[in-house]
């Protein structure tokens, strides 16, 4: 059985045993046939400046130049990452803190084909093209985030990543194993658990913008059957914009229990704080010039990050020039699981959790004052059994979730009693529903396996709320059920000892949901629920005495009633309809090659072809054969790393690149929010010692200092252009120094 290294499959945390020399390739099973056919990877990826590698291999902690086994868990049972047939993508939490990435929006670098993106407290997940650009209370995500196997809101997506086991993102549809919001796939999140041994870990570093982050973790073993850990997150950086919006000074903290009072039972609980505090991101105006002429690209100011106005178009702020704005922001989650053997193949699992929160950003929109509240309730329970006999392996399951929720959009203040105009408000959203699922994978032979299953699912939706129209005040009401069922079938086979070829078909559900007021002819109040089918296939190989490895998976998606979303920052309304029918194929290619103990490069490519095969809108305009937003056809990542020997430690010099080429921010394609294509590179200096207790290094991100969309909304206020852009940028250019301990 493969020794769990919970890793990217090409990031690992850069610690490793006392260095005995390099290891060349093994010369045994290396003929001249192999070589040639290993060159041109070796020189795609050397070429490449650009990369997605954080970090290396866990192998060189034994003393090897291979790649190890990564064990992963994203299909709720323990495999390999290279027997499990989907493309998962896994980051070590070790890795994430030693590179710096921080929340979920930094691990956009290294994932292909995926946007994580800034949109308030919310982050904005498209997984190959599958996502939503909306964030009011009653617009569910199609992808999905969990934390300790729990899904997470949306807009409680905002927190830091610290103290974490590894981070998995799952492509395609999930809705076997886990049904609500993942037509386009799942990130998971999953933190570091208790154990026997005393010991801790932090991380301080500073940088420009008066950055400090101070994280760390601290385990406690106080019995033979019981063990505690506590961790604490610190992050403060004045803005990035400069009015001074968008800085940081956000607290975490989360206690966990783990108790074990034999081999068949355990109970972990946990419990975790989010406060978020600073300024958050003013909206700027996006792809146009202070005449008012759109120029995709373009901004107000020579600096991108100056979210001020210029003097000339100050007499249209109606409160002056943009200042810093606030957080009111506090997520509170308890979670739990609890392990039982019913038998030598039997296991029974329970995941319950409960949430609360709250989020309340006062910021400027296009030079307006603006707020967005939301407030969540939610609790999940999940119940199942899973079992392994060998030439069977199965899991089966309830689940059960209610969520309550409301919120408010201001324009013109930070509250009614300001003056402020809601655009839109859900006084009341409750969504509550039942499912019960299961799958299996059988084993016909020592090569071949079959998977299948499927899940039956109940969902309760209502809400209501009122807004402003011509008339004045109006208010509306939504209730409506869906049933649905959901399939998987797919099929392993094991070609060779090192390469597995796989195939599967699988759909996923999205229930219904409503727009926030009365329906009209040209904009309907319901939302038809969004069904989609995936087939995927692909292999994974190892070569060469296990130093390269290749992966490919090639898709196609066939999506109905899409949810497609836009804010428009004119009338300051939200609308959504149902594409009749979207198409999004395309494949992900990665790569490792390792080919001294010393040296690592990597690449991955990802093709997106995303388009509405069939989007018509109920006025009559038509948009099919547009891409869809936030879907670049090409990303492309590579990356390279070298250790150099001293006498007692080692340095490492690492380089990562990521190339995504030109996609839209609405499905409007609005000019003024296309985003060009460009490329961001990272890159660091580290010094490890050689027990790994301590590092320090430099650090540097975004070298090329590009301005690059986060969330956009159509339209600019200030000055006036409905085919200009409203929205935030990813961060600028930062820098600084890194120091980790462990005891």
């Known amino acids: 059985m493969a020794r769990e290294v919970e890793l990217h499959h090409i990031v690992r945390a850069p610690h490793r045993a006392p260095r005995m020399g390099g290891t060349p390739l093994p010369k045994a099973r290396l003929g001249a046939g192999l070589l040639r056919a290993a060159a041109p990877v070796a020189l795609i990826a050397a070429g490449m400046t650009p990369s997605t590698a954080i970090a290396q291999s866990a192998s060189a902690a034994t003393g090897s130049g291979t790649i190890e086994e990564i064990v992963v868990t994203a299909q709720k049972e323990r495999s390999t990452l290279q027997k499990t047939a989907a493309a998962i993508t896994a980051l070590s939490g070790d890795a994430l803190l030693a590179t710096g990435v921080t929340d979920i929006r930094a691990a956009q670098a290294y994932v292909p084909s995926v946007r994580f993106q800034q949109q308030g407290a919310a982050t904005e997940v498209y997984i190959r093209g599958v996502g939503s650009s909306i964030d009011s209370p009653q617009y569910e995500p199609p992808t999905s985030v969990h934390f300790n196997g729990v899904y997470v809101p949306r807009n409680a997506t905002g927190g830091a990543f610290y103290d974490l086991e590894r981070v998995e993102v799952l492509p395609g549809p999930q809705g076997t194993l886990y049904g609500r919001s993942t037509l386009g796939g799942t990130v998971q999140i999953i933190a570091k658990r208790p154990t026997r041994d005393f010991g801790s870990e932090s991380l301080v570093e500073g940088g420009n913008y008066s950055f400090a982050h101070v994280s760390t973790a601290v385990n406690?073993?106080?019995?033979?059957?019981?063990?505690?850990?506590?961790?604490?997150?610190?992050?403060?950086?004045?803005?990035?914009?400069?009015?001074?919006?968008?800085?940081?000074?956000?607290?975490?903290?989360?206690?966990?229990?783990?108790?074990?009072?034999?081999?068949?039972?355990?109970?972990?609980?946990?419990?975790?704080?989010?406060?978020?505090?600073?300024?958050?991101?003013?909206?700027?105006?996006?792809?146009?010039?202070?005449?008012?002429?759109?120029?995709?690209?373009?901004?107000?100011?020579?600096?991108?990050?100056?979210?001020?106005?210029?003097?000339?178009?100050?007499?249209?702020?109606?409160?002056?020039?943009?200042?810093?704005?606030e957080w009111r922001y506090k997520n509170i989650m308890v979670g739990g699981e609890l392990n039982w053997n019913l038998s030598d193949s039997v296991v029974l699992t329970y995941i319950p959790s409960y949430l609360t929160f709250y989020s309340e950003p006062r910021f400027y929109f296009g030079g307006i004052l603006a707020a967005a509240t939301e407030k969540d309730k939610q609790t999940t329970h999940e119940l199942r059994l899973s079992g392994d006999n060998g030439r069977l392996k199965w899991v089966a399951g309830?689940?059960?979730?209610?969520?309550?929720?409301?919120?408010?959009?201001?324009?013109?203040?930070?509250?009614?009693?300001?003056?402020?105009?809601?655009?839109?408000?859900?006084?009341?959203?409750?969504?509550?529903?039942?499912?019960?699922?299961?799958?299996?994978?059988?084993?016909?032979?020592?090569?071949?396996?079959?998977?299948?299953?499927?899940?039956?699912?109940?969902?309760?939706?209502?809400?209501?709320?009122?807004?402003?129209?011509?008339?004045?005040?109006?208010?509306?009401?939504?209730g409506r059920k869906f049933n649905h069922g959901d399939f998987k079938v797919g099929v392993e086979y094991d070609a060779a000892p090192e390469v597995m070829l796989y195939a599967t078909v699988q759909s996923g559900f999205q229930p219904g949901t409503f727009n926030?007021?009365?329906?009209?002819?040209?904009?309907?109040?319901?939302?038809?629920?969004?069904?989609?089918?995936?087939?995927?296939?692909?292999?994974?190989?190892?070569?060469?005495?296990?130093?390269?490895?290749?992966?490919?998976?090639?898709?196609?998606?066939?999506?109905?009633?899409?949810?497609?979303?836009?804010?428009?920052?004119?009338?300051?309304?939200?609308?959504?309809?149902?594409?009749?029918?979207?198409?999004?194929?395309?494949?992900?290619?990665?790569?490792?090659?390792?080919?001294?103990?010393?040296?690592?490069?990597?690449?991955?490519?990802?093709?997106?072809?995303?388009?509405?095969?069939?989007?018509?809108?109920?006025?009559?305009?038509?948009?099919?054969?547009?891409?869809?937003?936030?879907?670049?056809?090409?990303?492309?990542?590579?990356?390279?790393?070298?250790?150099?020997?001293?006498?007692?430690?080692?340095?490492?010099?690492?380089?990562?690149?990521?190339?995504?080429?030109?996609?839209?921010?609405?499905?409007?394609?609005?000019?003024?929010?296309?985003?060009?294509?460009?490329?961001?590179?990272?890159?660091?200096?580290?010094?490890?010692d050689d027990d790994g207790r301590w590092s320090f290094g430099i650090w540097a991100k975004n070298l090329e200092k590009e301005a690059v969309e986060a969330a956009v909304a159509t339209g600019s206020l200030t000055p006036f252009n409905p085919l200009a852009g409203t929205g935030s940028l990813e961060p600028p250019r930062t820098y600084g120094v890194r120091a980790t301990f462990k005891m």
């Open 220 to 325: 406690v073993p106080v019995s033979e059957t019981l063990a505690v850990r506590g961790a604490f997150d610190y992050q403060y950086h004045k803005g990035y914009q400069s009015s001074g919006a968008d800085s940081a000074n956000n607290y975490s903290a989360r206690l966990s229990a783990l108790y074990k009072p034999s081999d068949d039972l355990s109970a972990y609980v946990w419990a975790s704080v989010t406060d978020l505090n600073g300024h958050p991101a003013n909206f700027i105006s996006i792809g146009v010039d202070p005449a008012g002429a759109v120029t995709p690209g373009k901004f107000l100011n020579s600096n991108p990050w100056d979210d001020r106005f210029p003097a000339s178009l100050l007499p249209l702020l109606p409160t002056g020039q943009v200042k810093p704005g």
């Open 398 to 478: 309830l689940y059960g979730y209610r969520l309550v929720s409301s919120g408010t959009v201001f324009v013109g203040g930070f509250s009614a009693a300001e003056g402020a105009f809601p655009t839109s408000n859900v006084t009341r959203h409750r969504a509550k529903g039942l499912a019960l699922f299961g799958q299996a994978t059988y084993r016909l032979s020592d090569q071949l396996r079959l998977i299948a299953g499927g899940r039956y699912s109940h969902d309760d939706r209502v809400g209501n709320g009122f807004y402003f129209d011509a008339t004045g005040l109006a208010f509306y009401d939504y």
């Open 516 to 688: 926030q007021f009365r329906s009209t002819a040209a904009v309907p109040n319901d939302i038809k629920s969004a069904k989609l089918i995936a087939y995927t296939g692909g292999f994974k190989s190892r070569a060469f005495g296990d130093t390269l490895q290749i992966n490919n998976e090639a898709f196609f998606y066939n999506y109905e009633n899409l949810f497609v979303s836009a804010y428009d920052a004119l009338t300051n309304s939200t609308r959504t309809f149902n594409a009749q029918r979207a198409h999004i194929y395309g494949d992900q290619l990665d790569v490792i090659f390792k080919p001294t103990r010393s040296d690592q490069f990597t690449l991955t490519v990802g093709y997106l072809h995303a388009r509405y095969k069939k989007f018509i809108l109920p006025g009559g305009a038509s948009y099919s054969g547009s891409q869809i937003q936030y879907s670049p056809d090409w990303t492309i990542s590579a990356g390279y790393f070298h250790d150099f020997d001293l006498p007692k430690g080692y340095v490492r010099a690492q380089v990562n690149t990521r190339f995504e080429d030109s996609f839209f921010g609405d499905y409007l394609h609005s000019p003024g929010t296309r985003q060009g294509s460009y490329t961001k590179t990272d890159a660091s200096l580290t010094y490890y």
